[in-house]
């Protein structure tokens, strides 16, 4: 016992958390251009001081503690050790490394089972011990699969964590086609029991992580949670027109609820015909400032361009699922919540483009919805190294493919098919 819990473990239990005792919102501060990763770890650093919280989180890495923005997490709570170590230094350091049994990170090694084993166990404290924790582990979005099979069983068993995968995708560009993921997003999509969210904007992570450690507090009706990130600095600012359309309790809302629209046309080219042809761009995480430069060329070529952005194409995909499923067997109307509101009467025909830094096909269910053609862009082919334009551009991801896609999409709307010359 004196191992494994240490002389500085906690005599008295902590007060039950309730999923209400989780705070909506907390200020952190997000520069003007970043990437999701920065904004995690500012985000865990802040939850370090919430009382009812930060004495709960608990984190774990397979070696990537640093490159995965725990480090000021780190410097606020310390690293887990059953005894404490000796410290031999005693300049400045930029990460103070100090384990000690108050610590609440745990480095577990180059070992991603060993990470997707521990959150299983962690995930479970509540039912175990009486003492609900928030388990967040970290890794690199393409080791995923190394440890898939821990991970399938611990949402198997309703284990409760929060899985913070970056960077991910081919927006890893430098580091070659092995440490790029294409298939996670589909893993997100279709494992049981997992909110997937792939935010692209700094606020939409504090959002999310906030609602992951909701689902692991509540033991009832909760969930685990697995965000996809990047390390690609985003311009904050071309949130903007949703943030000033909607306001930051309806977009947290829609945030949650899988996604938004960010550019409508008519609002943002107000002097597009009244008859030009309209285009549904929906994009998710890294690539939507690649959408929204592609939809400022559609409209230069009088095609009215929205730009959907996909916060959670888990969320969309289990609410199209459920209501077909609730109108086959209760024979209910088939009626699309959020889908609706991204999608509004009127504008449900028209065709649809969706791209992804990941597998073309994880987002392109969402045709289904209303039965219109889908042009769907991603990655289908192991990456390479090289500059993110570059890639993005081999891939078919990049501005241009998307607006070329557009216009394909356009065209196909009309001829009701991809036969016949273009």
């Known amino acids: 016992g004196q191992e494994l819990f240490g002389e500085g473990a906690r005599a008295e239990p902590l007060a039950a958390p309730a ?89 577990l090694g180059i070992s991603e089972m060993n990470l997707f084993l521990w959150l299983s166990q962690v995930g479970l404290t509540a039912e175990l011990f009486g003492e609900t924790l928030i388990p967040v582990g970290t890794v690199y979005d393409p080791f995923i699969a190394r440890g898939l099979d821990a991970l399938i069983y611990a949402l198997y068993v309703n284990s409760r964590f929060i899985l913070a995968a970056t960077p991910s995708g081919t927006t890893l560009a430098p580091e070659g086609g092995a440490h790029q993921s294409t298939v996670t997003p589909s893993l997100g999509i279709e494992l049981p029991g997992l909110h997937y969210y792939e935010p692209t904007f700094g606020q939409e992570v504090v959002w999310t992580l906030l609602e ?79 959408a929204i430069a592609a939809a400022r060329a559609l409209h230069a070529e009088e095609i009215a361009a929205n730009v959907i952005v996909v916060t959670s194409a888990q969320r969309l995909a289990a609410e199209l699922h459920g209501s077909r499923l609730r109108a086959i067997r209760d024979r209910l109307p088939d009626r699309l919540g959020h889908l609706a509101t991204l999608f509004p009467d009127g504008e449900r025909a028209a065709p649809m483009v969706t791209v992804m830094d990941g597998a073309s096909h994880a987002l392109s269910f969402l045709g289904g919805a209303y039965g219109v053609p889908v042009i769907p862009l991603g990655v289908d082919t192991f990456g390479q190294s090289g500059s993110v334009p570059d890639l993005y551009a081999y891939a078919g991801i990049d501005a241009e493919h998307i607006a070329e896609a557009g216009l394909l999409a356009t065209e196909v709307g009309a001829r009701g098919s991809l036969s016949g010359p273009r």
């Not at 965000?227 to 000033?244: F, G, H, K, N, W």
């Open 19 to 107: 999923p209400t005792d989780i705070p909506a919102q907390v200020d952190v501060r997000i520069a003007p251009r970043t990437s999701t990763q920065v904004v995690f770890g500012d985000t865990l650093a802040t939850l370090a001081r919430v009382p009812g919280v930060g004495p709960r989180i608990v984190t774990a890495s397979p070696d990537v503690t640093v490159s995965t923005n725990l480090g000021g997490w780190i410097n606020r709570v310390g690293v887990f050790a059953p005894h404490e170590k000796p410290r031999f230094e005693d300049g400045p350091r930029i990460l103070t490394w100090e384990p000690k049994p108050s610590g609440q990170h745990i480095e």
């Open 212 to 290: 992951g450690a909701r689902g692991c507090v509540d033991r009832r009706n909760g969930f685990s949670t697995y965000l996809r990130m990047s390390t690609r600095p985003i311009d904050q600012a071309l949130a903007d027109p949703v943030r000033e359309r909607l306001g930051p309790e309806e977009w947290r809302r829609q945030v949650l609820a899988g996604g938004y629209r960010l550019i409508v046309a008519r609002e943002a080219a107000p002097d597009l015909p009244p008859d030009a042809p309209l285009v549904q761009i929906v994009a998710s995480g890294t690539v939507v400032p690649e």
